[in-house]
């Protein structure tokens, strides 16, 4: 009865709080453009957090007797968690991810919420130990920021002393501090082969030294100093003597020179096995290394699991190997990513279900399954660890849709989505599914490829007109979809980053709504609209947006004029394809931000040329597909005379393409003086057996092109 009466109040208390009535204090929280205002009451603050109960001590009324005060560095989404917690006691933690709830820690500690930060440091380690192992370094610092913080510093205290190597394994050990690893470094029991532990140390140095190339073979003396200054200090706590003849080769001797030169003649004369030679150098003793046989045996055990389909047991196993101080980051990778591709039979993916509800290290599914993808979508609602989730399947059901549209506004985690070659029933479930970009917050990444279409939703004299009027009936479809519905979704989005629409008959309907989408859009980082038929107006649309956009960085163009076509067949008119070609290189002249443009497969032609001529003057372009464009011999030099001034782009692909003799020799002479390409495709391009042997021999002079592609020529 007593809890009845609680959970009773708690509601009253938050109707209360989400009405707003008789409120006498308006909080305003967070910073511009993130800013939001709130009402309350003072007398639930003052009896529920000390700090308001401080701050409204201090603050005046103003001339409507509300009292205005500012919290300007705890973010909006953590304030209404707590808040609403100061108003009806309760937080429903299976709807919070690991970050958000540090977060919510933090916050709590700095409103003086002590009740509330030993929950919640309770649940962090109950709950969430594989992400706090994953941002271990993260998590430590934060330990440390109030002495009441004792579990949380506990669990970092015991990572440390017994499973150290956790820390190296971290996915922010960059950010370790300077001491932390110089303690950890002291330690006999770290547990690893010390050429791993000076793998890491190095890998930290040059991380502090963003300046540093990642090849050391390439550093000046200064840079040597450089990183023998910032590791000055753990560098003394290396086990040299303890390190494999084989590791001094590989590991040491690339970066000798941060070594004192009278400890690498001692490191020398140990491996070397110098005779009547003593070693003045100070010897420190090996390190404690647990025999790993109980772990390769958990491995296998694991591995078999999974084989046979026992996913709950298998993840147990995992969950004990990520335990052990030993485990790789291939446990890891193991524990955290699975893919199912080529099936699962049917007992086996109702455990897969199962596993999902509970909070595993599971991050990242992908797979071809038979279960109703509603039962995915369930279990998504009550899961806080899968960031990626991919599903290949045939049709999406009215009950499916609904579900993953119910999951995807309650999950807090899904980082990415994938839903290839389905087709959704009806426009009807594409709204419910699109609508829920508008309220999402979490999602950065979606992808439709091969999918979706839409049948049954027209009349059959309505497509019949359509059809006759020489209109592509998959663009009527999409033309209402991606219109009416989708567009608008992304209009209201404000997270999603990179949209993938690759072969979804989007139609010239489709093409026109997104790219007025784009006009306006200021988070797509990356998109691709390939193979779809979009025509020359939407084409041109693009080209122009292009000028403009600040934001998109990878642009996937491919096969958007003509499909089915040929250009072999000389009698191909690609008017269409050269003034696409020159639109795009006056765009490429303009934009800014892009580094990956696909436009192959649209038979550009002369407009070649134009692209060629752009690529003197674009500064950001590092990759570029041009294959399959009918460009002939000319094209070929001109591009091959923009890689001579050209000194970003690093990939370029022109296969099957006609660049001839004279195009080969063109390029011949590029490669001898272009400094940046590391990729090259020239595959199928009518190159006769003297090019070819002219471009290798070039590729023998060229120190960085290190991916040539030749295949499918050598003809006489």
């Not at 970050?99 to 649940?123: M, V």
């Given at each position: 009865m007593a809890l009845e009466l609680f959970k009773k109040l708690s509601n009253d208390l938050t109707t209360i709080f989400k009405n707003s009535d008789d409120y006498n204090v308006l909080i305003e929280v967070g910073q511009t453009p993130n800013r939001q205002t709130f009402k309350a009451h003072s007398v639930i603050l003052n009896s529920r957090c000390d700090y308001f109960r401080k701050v409204l001590k201090?603050?005046?009324?103003?001339?409507?007797?509300?009292?205005?005060?500012?919290?300007?560095?705890?973010?909006?989404?953590?304030?209404?968690?707590?808040?609403?917690?100061?108003?009806?006691?309760?937080?429903?933690?299976?709807?919070?991810?690991?970050?958000?709830?540090?977060?919510?820690?933090?916050?709590?500690?700095?409103?003086?919420?002590?009740?509330?930060?030993?929950?919640?440091?309770?649940?962090?380690?109950?709950?969430?130990?594989?992400?706090?192992?994953?941002?271990?370094?993260?998590?430590?610092?934060i330990s440390l920021e109030n002495d009441?913080?004792?579990?949380?510093?506990?669990?970092?205290?015991?990572?440390?002393?017994?499973?150290?190597?956790?820390?190296?394994?971290?996915?922010?050990?960059?950010?370790?501090?300077?001491?932390?690893?110089?303690?950890?470094?002291?330690?006999?029991?770290?547990?690893?082969?010390?050429?791993?532990?000076?793998?890491?140390?190095?890998?930290?140095?040059?991380?502090?030294?963003?300046?540093?190339?990642?090849?050391?073979?390439?550093?000046?003396?200064?840079?040597f100093s450089t990183l023998k200054t910032t590791l000055r200090n753990c560098l003394p706590h290396i086990r040299y003597f303890h390190i494999s003849s084989e590791d001094v080769i590989d590991k040491l001797y690339p970066y000798q020179k941060i070594v004192e030169p009278s400890l690498w003649k001692d490191i020398l004369i140990k491996n070397l096995d110098v005779q009547n030679r003593s070693i003045t150098s100070s010897i420190l003793p090996p390190r404690v290394v647990q025999d790993d046989s109980a772990l390769n045996n958990m491995r296998r055990k694991a591995r078999e699991c999974f084989d046979k389909g026992k996913f709950l047991e298998a993840s147990k196993l995992y969950?004990?190997?990520?335990?052990?101080?030993?485990?790789?980051?291939?446990?890891?990778?193991?524990?955290?990513?699975?893919?199912?591709?080529?099936?699962?039979?049917?007992?086996?993916?109702?455990?897969?279900?199962?596993?999902?509800?509970?909070?595993?290290?599971?991050?990242?599914?992908?797979?071809?399954?038979?279960?109703?993808?509603?039962?995915?979508?369930?279990?998504?609602?009550k899961n806080t660890t899968l960031t990626s989730l991919e599903l290949i399947g045939e049709e999406l059901y009215s009950e499916d849709v609904i579900a993953l549209a119910n999951a995807?506004?309650?999950?807090?985690?899904?980082?990415?989505?994938?839903?290839?070659?389905?087709?959704?029933?009806?426009?009807?479930?594409?709204?419910?599914?699109?609508?829920?970009?508008?309220?999402?917050?979490?999602?950065?990444?979606?992808?439709?490829?091969?999918?979706?279409?839409?049948?049954?939703?027209?009349?059959?004299?309505?497509?019949?007109?359509?059809?006759?009027?020489?209109?592509?009936?998959?663009?009527?479809?999409?033309?209402?979809?991606?219109?009416?519905?989708?567009?608008?979704?992304?209009?209201?989005?404000?997270?999603?980053?990179?949209?993938?629409?690759?072969?979804?008959?989007?139609?010239?309907?489709?093409?026109?709504?997104?790219?007025?989408?784009?006009?306006n859009n200021t988070t797509l980082t990356s998109l691709n609209i390939g193979n779809n038929d979009l025509?020359?107006?939407?084409?041109?649309?693009?080209?122009?947006?292009?000028?403009?956009?600040?934001?998109?960085?990878?642009?996937?163009?491919?096969?958007?004029?003509?499909?089915?076509?040929?250009?072999?067949?000389?009698?191909?008119?690609?008017?269409?394809?050269?003034?696409?070609?020159?639109?795009?290189?006056?765009?490429?002249?303009?934009?800014?931000?892009?580094?990956?443009?696909?436009?192959?497969?649209?038979?550009?032609?002369?407009?070649?040329k134009a692209i060629a001529d752009a690529l003197c003057k674009n500064t950001t372009l590092n990759s570029l597909d041009m294959s399959v464009n009918g460009l002939g011999p000319d094209e070929g030099k001109a591009i091959a005379d923009a890689l001579c001034k050209n000194t970003t782009l690093a990939s370029l692909n022109i296969c099957n393409n006609k660049i001839g003799s004279e195009g080969g020799n063109a390029f011949a002479e590029a490669i001898c003086k272009n400094t940046t390409l590391t990729s090259l495709d020239l595959k199928n391009n009518q190159l006769g057996s003297k090019d070819v042997e002219t471009i290798e021999e070039a590729l023998s002079k060229n120190t960085t092109l290190t991916d040539c592609n030749l295949k499918s020529n050598d003809e006489n």
């Open positions: 201090k603050t005046t009324c103003d001339e409507d007797y509300v009292k205005n005060i500012k919290v300007t560095n705890i973010p909006v989404a953590i304030f209404e968690i707590i808040i609403k917690y100061i108003y009806n006691g309760d937080i429903l933690f299976d709807k919070i991810d690991a970050p958000t709830t540090i977060h919510l820690l933090t916050a709590a500690n700095e409103l003086g919420l002590e009740e509330l930060f030993n929950i919640i440091q309770n649940h962090l380690v109950k709950n969430h130990a594989s992400w706090m192992c994953k941002n271990f370094v993260k998590v430590h610092k009441n913080f004792e579990e949380l510093q506990q669990f970092c205290h015991n990572i440390i002393d017994n499973y150290p190597n956790i820390v190296f394994d971290s996915e922010d050990y960059l950010d370790l501090s300077e001491n932390v690893l110089v303690s950890l470094l002291k330690l006999d029991n770290l547990n690893m082969d010390e050429g791993k532990i000076w793998d890491q140390v190095i890998k930290w140095g040059i991380g502090k030294n963003h300046d540093l190339d990642a090849d050391p073979a390439r550093w000046s003396d200064a840079n969950e004990k190997i990520l335990a052990n101080s030993l485990h790789s980051t291939d446990d890891l990778k193991n524990a955290s990513i699975w893919d199912f591709t080529n099936g699962v039979n049917a007992y086996s993916e109702k455990e897969l279900i199962i596993l999902l509800y509970e909070n595993t290290m599971l991050s990242s599914l992908k797979g071809f399954f038979d279960e109703p993808v509603a039962l995915y979508a369930d279990a998504l609602c995807l506004c309650k999950n807090v985690t899904l980082s990415s989505l994938k839903l290839t070659h389905f087709v959704i029933e009806s426009p009807k479930d594409a709204k419910v599914l699109f609508n829920v970009l508008c309220k999402n917050t979490t999602l950065t990444s979606f992808n439709l490829e091969s999918s979706p279409y839409f049948e049954g939703y027209f009349s059959t004299e309505k497509l019949r007109e359509f059809e006759e009027n020489g209109n592509n009936i998959d663009g009527l479809y999409n033309e209402f979809i991606l219109g009416e519905i989708f567009a608008d979704a992304l209009y209201k989005n404000t997270t999603l980053t990179s949209l993938n629409l690759n072969n979804t008959k989007l139609g010239v309907g489709g093409g026109k709504s997104l790219a007025k989408v784009l006009c025509g020359l107006e939407v084409a041109k649309t693009f080209a122009d947006i292009l000028c403009t956009n600040t934001t998109l960085t990878y642009l996937n163009l491919k096969n958007i004029l003509v499909q089915n076509a040929c250009y072999e067949d000389d009698d191909y008119d690609n008017d269409f394809g050269s003034e696409i070609g020159k639109l795009i290189a006056d765009a490429l002249c303009k934009n800014t931000t892009l580094t990956f443009l696909n436009i192959s497969s649209n038979y550009l032609g002369s407009g070649g």
